[in-house]
């Protein structure tokens, strides 16, 4: 039996609307890559041998993500999977065999607001980096400037 197949859709939880896909978008600590939700989307599965088993086991994640406003209400669930397919030759009945674990662990990603002394101190840092680098290149042109001037003199020993 010919167990060649083609996975077109297979996830998990509901689909996100537009807008909160953008919110995962901007939000999700990995970035959303074109396959994140559907990881199986589209993908075949060829058996060359009439006794082909193909085994898909996916790991599923559930990914909780939280934006600054709209508390509850405005978070939503993304359940994110890890496919692993395999396919080998059996002794018995050739099968396209599906199986999943739900993972006890879950991934919250919660927007934070930015506190105010947080600008102020990565500007103050940038502003004293400017001047550190301003200083070492004034020291630099300095003494390369009194040393051609030496030089030029004949006093250098």
């Known amino acids: 039996m010919n167990m060649t197949h083609v996975v077109h859709a297979f996830h998990f939880g509901t689909l996100p609307s537009l807008h909160k896909y953008y919110m995962l978008k901007r939000l999700h600590p990995m970035g959303l890559t074109k396959d ?23 790991q599923v994640v559930r990914t909780t993500v939280q934006p600054l406003h709209g508390g509850r209400a405005n978070s939503y669930d ?18 396209a065999k599906f199986s ?37 290149l004034d ?3 300095y003494s390369t400037l009194s040393m051609a001037r030496k030089v030029e003199l004949g006093k250098q020993g």
Not at 38 to 55: C, I
Not at 78 to 95: M, R
């Open 36 to 58: 994140w939700l559907d990881k199986l989307q589209e993908q075949r599965f060829y058996s060359l041998n009439p006794q082909h088993t193909h085994e898909h086991y996916l």
């Open 78 to 95: 993304a359940y994110e999977y890890v496919a692993h397919s395999h396919t080998y030759i059996s002794d018995q009945q050739p099968t």
């Open 139 to 141: 020291s630099m042109l």
């Open 100 to 136: 999943y674990g739900l993972s006890p662990l879950q991934v919250v990603v919660k927007e934070l607001p930015k506190h105010w002394y947080k600008f102020l101190t990565t500007t103050c840092a940038v502003i004293g980096g400017v001047f550190t680098v301003a200083g070492i």
